[in-house]
Nanobody, 115 residues
Framework: QAQLVESGGGLVQAGGSLRLSCAASGRTINSYVMAWFRQAPEKEREFVARISAGGSSTAYADSVKGRFTISRDNAKNTVYLQMNSLKPEDTAVYYC????????WGQGTQVTVSS
């Protein structure tokens, strides 16, 4: 197990940008495909983006493709999500975790996009 702490969320106007961070402790992440997920009110948690262990391969949900960029710094045991051109429908709590066989979920970070 690793402990995951997400940060960087906030309130932003539509069209704005935010950069989320996910710091892992207790276990190194460099062997794992990592991912970002989000959960909007009254909705199921959904996949946003994932990145290979070495960082060379990424994949995105269609709803964020071209606007969000996932990256990682294995030396810092941290995963990032750069979010540009934010839309009100991006409003959600954002979480990071392994892409499969999840560790315990962190508290997430709230992103609110106003129109």
């Amino acid at each position: 197990q690793a402990q995951l702490v997400e940060s960087g969320g906030g309130l932003v106007q539509a069209g704005g940008s935010l950069r989320l961070s996910c710091a892992a402790s207790g276990r190194t992440i460099n062997s794992y495909v990592m991912a970002w997920f989000r959960q909007a009110p009254e909705k199921e948690r959904e996949f946003v983006a994932r990145i290979s262990a070495g960082g060379s391969s990424t994949a995105y949900a269609d709803s964020v493709k071209g606007r969000f960029t996932i990256s990682r710094d294995n030396a810092k045991n941290t995963v990032y999500l750069q979010m540009n051109s934010l839309k009100p429908e991006d409003t959600a709590v954002y979480y990071c975790n392994k892409a499969l066989l999840y560790w315990d979920w962190g508290q997430g970070t709230q992103v609110t996009v106003s129109s």
